[in-house]
């Protein structure tokens, strides 16, 4: 069913109180990246078990560089920009007195470029090197290989995207952590809800703070039914109207 505008949030909070946004792969999907898990989404493509943990990088760190190699080329060559979801975000941010964290999975650098403040990359960021041995990162923006030489401990065969695999910590997670406990309203935009720990943030939301929990998404994820309010349609039509909505309110 399309999203009906002006889009009515169910609930306003305090203007006082903090928001947090979380962001998934369905943020970027707008403007030309592929999701995981819709149909033809990069999981379909290729097993994250061979690309996306440490142990494939230990086992084959060549296959491992190439799709990376190959994400990172396609942001660089296919003119890919924010959309207006993550605009509509950067406004929020600029406006909402309460202050607004934004904590993306993506490790697209969308949010970044279209000047988000107060970022998280829980999940790191392909736009990024880090030495496996001396934890040195350095901006990346072309490809990566195992002959990559760190420039700050020397060694070669050590530099990985500064990308955080299963099974590893994601980062940043006691600032993530503070800031849901705080925050008034948790927004959840363009995710499936598959992935933990970020697919438990609404529930440790509901538990720790008296916040209003929403989804923004295509379609309902995994924990739709642990949100309070849900608004579904494409983010760069339904993000735009709940910023508006709550903007309107202040
Ligand atoms: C960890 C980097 C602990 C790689 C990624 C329970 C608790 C804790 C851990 C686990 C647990 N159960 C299982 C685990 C392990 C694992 C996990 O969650 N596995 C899953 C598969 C079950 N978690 C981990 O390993 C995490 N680490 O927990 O460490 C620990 C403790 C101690 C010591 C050591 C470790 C680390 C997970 C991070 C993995 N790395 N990314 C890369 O990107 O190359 S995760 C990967 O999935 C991406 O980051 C992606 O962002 C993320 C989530 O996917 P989504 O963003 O949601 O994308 P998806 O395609 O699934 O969905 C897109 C959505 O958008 C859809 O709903 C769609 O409808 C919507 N959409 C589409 N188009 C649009 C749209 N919406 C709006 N508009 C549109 N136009």
Redesign the pocket.
Known sequence: MPPAFPLQPDVIPPRSGSIVILT????S??SGLE????AG?IWSQVRLEDV?TPEAFARDPVRVHAFYNMRRARHRTMDIKPNAAHHAVVKLQQAWPGGVTVVT???DTLHDEAGTKDLIHM?GTYAQARCNFCDAVVPRLGDLSVTDICASCGKDKGMRPN????????LHMERITAALRDCALFISI?????????A?FVTMVKRSADAHTVEL???P?QGATLFAEAHYG??TQIVPAYVESLLQSL
């Open positions: 998934g792969a369905g943020i999907k707008e999701t995981f898990r819709d989404g996306a999975q993506n490790v999940h990308v955080v695999w299963f099974g590893e910590m994601p363009g995710t499936s809800g598959s992935v933990y720990p970020a438990g998404n295509l379609e994820s494409p983010a």
